[in-house]
């Protein structure tokens, strides 16, 4: 009896969701390259098919062939009879992960001690600081000059993990986290806000670059229209929306259970513990709370469109940096139980309206059929064509359509291809732009996929394009390459957004 419950179990566990599998749908995290590159490359070389036989590798035959990571089933039909799933038992299993521990331990410790200091492995697996992270405080209070760390050296000794739920937004190399040009910059931020009439054109025109972390906050509730630029009505106009807010709760809230509410509040329900789910600050089951009240709230307030998957991920920006407001530690590991329950609500509604504006420009993308998204993914493919006609023929080479990656960029603005403080640095320069999520972010997708375009060009087949646009290596970016990518991306703009006939063909 026990054998028959062991092997249900097996049966039953053969696929969890958020699991970290490079197959088509994955979500979270992009992979590393370091350590998928063989694995792809493998998998590409024995289900490659030759380029005659279209059928074979054509879209609908890979996804035929390829389970979903939050695709959970009973898979009753499948036969985990090997002995290798009949002798498993606890005591080799416990073996197994002491010795991993021990051997990953050993590899953090003795390489390179001068330059970085591995994170400690605690025993009860919390979350642990990389070892850049331990660096920048090792050396915060050294006077001699420090040797910068060179990235193909130190990345192996980062724990894929710790680097991916990190929020800080400094970057992944280890800079200091404040230099005499931030001041500078921090200071002229604190002038503008403290104006009796907040110049938002300067402001805009400040943010653009990046936004310190210490004002994001109230330049986030500014630039998003949800705060006046007038000092002296910002107190009673956020006391008005909270209550607002509030209100809305009462009003609506309850109805989630009724019947022709049921499907929206399940979906809502079902997609919150996946949004981020590899950074324990959004897996509190009171932070899930202050989702699926945002989210069924806006949903209940936009008919139209409803709730889409895809919206809960554009919450957790305002929620971490309306957060950071109150928290000096990392966000990520914080408990929320710690705040006062006005702090708590103060952040809810903040996230709730600079959500709501930031939903009204791009509402076309979650309405019947999407043809907000419908229309950029084909505008997004026009241009590449004119951008780099090299990469736009391997597309069409191997039959790789650019709904079948661009969809999800566009649906989620990027966010499940690039860590969430990357996502924060990027929507400072949305916010800061004229139409920025509906139409800058366009350009910002351009120059992200000609980014990887001698990845792309390495690609022989379609099973290994889908693979890498779906899981680009973006783990280890920071301030740098998001700097990087929004300046290319303002110089396609430029050529561009006012030249129809050099855009289109």
Not at 23 to 47: C, M, W
Not at 110 to 128: G, Y
Not at 331 to 336: A, G, R, T
Request: with cysteine.
């Amino acid at each position: 009896m026990a054998g028959d419950n062991s092997k249900q179990f097996w049966k039953r566990s053969a696929k969890l969701p958020g699991s970290i599998q490079p197959v088509y749908g994955a979500q979270h995290p992009p992979l590393d390259p370091r350590l998928t590159k063989s694995f792809i490359k493998e998998r590409s070389k024995v289900n490659a098919v030759p380029l005659k036989n279209k059928k074979a590798s054509s879209f609908h035959e890979f996804a035929r062939n390829t389970s979903d990571a939050w695709d959970i089933g009973d898979d009753e039909d499948e036969d985990f009879s090997t002995s290798s799933f009949q002798t498993l038992n606890s005591k080799v299993a416990l073996a197994t992960a002491a010795q991993v521990l021990e051997n990953h331990s050993k590899l953090r410790v003795k390489p390179e001690r001068s330059q970085s200091t591995a994170a400690d492995i605690t025993a009860n697996f919390k979350v642990i600081k990389s070892s850049s992270d331990a660096q920048l405080s090792r050396n915060s209070g050294d006077t001699y000059s420090r040797n910068p760390l060179h990235k193909q050296q130190s990345l192996p000794l980062r724990p894929i993990i710790p680097l991916v739920a990190r929020i800080s937004d400094q970057n992944a190399s280890g800079a200091p986290p404040m230099t005499v040009r931030e001041k500078t910059r921090l200071e002229k931020f604190r002038q503008l806000l403290s104006s009796h009439n907040t110049d938002l054109d300067e402001l805009r025109k400040c943010s653009w670059p990046g936004v310190p972390r210490e004002v994001r906050p109230v330049t986030w509730r500014l630039l998003s229209g949800y705060l006046p630029a007038n000092t002296e009505r910002r107190k009673m106009t956020l006391q008005r929306k909270r209550e607002e807010y509030f209100g809305f709760i009462e009003q609506y809230y309850d109805s989630r259970n009724e019947e022709h509410h049921q499907d929206t509040y399940r979906q809502i329900h079902i997609d919150i513990p996946r949004t981020n789910p590899l950074i324990p600050l959004f897996q509190q089951p009171l932070v899930q709370e202050i989702f699926e009240r945002i989210l069924f709230i806006w949903a209940i307030r936009h008919p139209a469109s409803g709730y889409v998957q895809g919206i809960n991920d554009l919450v957790t920006p305002f929620f971490v940096v309306f957060l950071s407001e109150y928290v000096e530690e990392d966000v990520e590991n914080f408990d929320v139980t710690n705040l006062s329950q006005d702090i708590l609500r103060s952040i809810e509604a903040d996230s709730f309206w600079c959500m709501s504006k930031l939903l009204d420009g791009i509402q076309d993308n979650y309405t019947f059929a999407q043809p907000g998204i419908q229309k950029k993914v084909q505008a997004l493919e026009e241009l590449v064509s004119r951008i780099d006609e090299q990469v736009h023929s391997h597309f069409r080479r191997y039959e790789v359509e650019y709904l079948q990656f661009a969809f999800r960029w566009m649906n989620n603005l990027l966010m499940r291809e690039l860590p969430l403080r990357c996502t924060i640095r990027l929507w400072d320069t949305y916010q800061s732009e004229p139409e920025g999520f509906s139409h800058f972010h366009l350009y910002v997708c351009a120059a992200f996929l000609i980014k990887w375009r001698k990845e792309i060009l390495d690609e022989e087949d379609f099973q290994g394009l889908l693979m890498l646009l779906q899981n680009l290596p973006t783990i280890h970016w920071g301030n740098e390459e998001i700097g990087l990518l929004l300046a290319e991306a303002y110089r396609l703009k430029y050529m561009f957004a006012d030249a129809p006939n050099h855009y289109r063909r």
